[in-house]
């Protein structure tokens, strides 16, 4: 079987197992599933910049913000989302968050490298201000709470139905973005991250080719939005700080950037220590620091490039003993 197949044949098995298992788990364990499976969704987005484009950005926080906000609002004020009509906010809330990227997008996308990374600060910084300022909108400080999860036939207040709506999400947009990453589309965003200058001259339009990718990223990062603020029943300027973007950049660089699924393992890893080893120790913080220390220094591709680290070990020690001995015999 060829090894591609074998790790989507794998990846399958295991997300088959967690949506059987975690509804037996205590409620406290559903909760920290549901909330990793939406953040996750932010981090994938921002893998689609990091791992195939090469575009590190730090304003994934503001298309997550324009979702959760939209949805609050929404809710709060206008008691929209709250029926069969939150499949129309789940839709607007992409729809927002692309509009706000395709924005960014024409200033961001004229830099590169660092200046790219600074670009997207601030320009996600902005939208923290506006969440943090506009208080006839946003709140301010205090945020926009949720008192009730959507009811449409099915009632999302139950956490194991609510968990398989967020999966369901999820799962979704999994498949979209690895459909994504492996098209031809998928294939030039790559092109470019190896070598730009190359792409270029071979006839391809870079620049439109990193602006899509960066609409996309921001859509998802707004369903993210969507689906984490009725996960934690509120949403405030917490969210869209630089904080948050800065959690979704080393999820993505700890499971494995340009995998996709490695997004999924890094939010999985920080949430369970940040969630619930913090809840056993006060000395949390250490682990979560050292846990990216050791990665970043004996696992540069992430926690995915384990069994890759795994097999070289294999055949290098299995070379080492095929290797004849021609060492002089001592006298």
């Not at 009509?85 to 927002?96: E, N, T």
């Not at 996709?260 to 890893?269: D, N």
């Not at 995915?304 to 070990?313: K, L």
Request: glycine fraction near 12%; include cysteine.
């Amino acid at each position: 079987m060829a090894p591609l197949r074998m790790k989507v044949l794998i990846v399958i098995a295991i997300l088959a197992a967690a949506a059987l298992i975690v509804p037996h788990t205590n409620p406290f364990v559903i909760l920290l599933a549901t909330r990793a499976l939406a953040f996750s969704i932010l981090v994938m987005s921002l893998d689609i910049l990091l791992g195939f484009t090469g575009l590190a950005s730090l304003g994934q926080a503001a298309y997550l913000g324009v979702g959760a906000y939209l949805t609050a609002i929404l809710a709060a004020r206008y008691q929209i989302g709250l029926g069969y009509d939150f499949w129309l906010v789940a839709a607007l809330g992409m729809l927002g968050a692309a509009v706000l990227a395709a924005l960014f997008g024409l200033l961001a996308i004229r830099a590169s490298g660092v200046y790219f990374l600074m670009i997207t600060l601030a320009l996600g910084q902005c939208v923290w201000g506006l969440a943090y300022r506009w208080n006839s909108l946003t709140g301010g400080d205090n945020g926009i709470n949720l008192q009730h999860r959507p009811k449409f036939g099915i009632d999302l207040a139950d956490q194991v139905t609510f968990f398989y709506v967020v999966f369901g999400f999820f799962a979704a947009s999994l498949l979209i973005m690895y459909t994504l990453v492996r098209s031809p589309f998928g294939r030039s965003l790559a092109g470019i991250r190896e070598r730009e200058l190359r792409m270029k001259i071979l006839g391809y339009n870079t620049w439109l080719h990193k602006y899509i990718a960066f609409i996309i990223a921001g859509a998802f990062g707004g369903l993210a939005g969507v689906l984490w603020v009725h996960t934690a029943g509120i949403v405030s300027p917490e969210n869209v700080v630089l904080t948050t973007s800065v959690d979704a950049l080393l999820m993505a660089v700890l499971g494995g950037p340009g995998t996709l699924i490695g997004g999924v393992i890094g939010a999985s890893v920080v949430l369970f220590i940040r969630e619930y080893l913090s809840t056993l120790v006060h000395w949390w913080q250490y682990v979560l620091g050292g846990v990216y220390v050791l990665v970043i220094l004996y696992l540069p591709g992430g926690l995915m490039s384990i069994p890759g680290r795994i097999r070289q070990w294999r055949a290098a020690r299995s070379e080492a003993a095929d290797t004849p001995n021609l060492a002089p015999a001592r006298q």
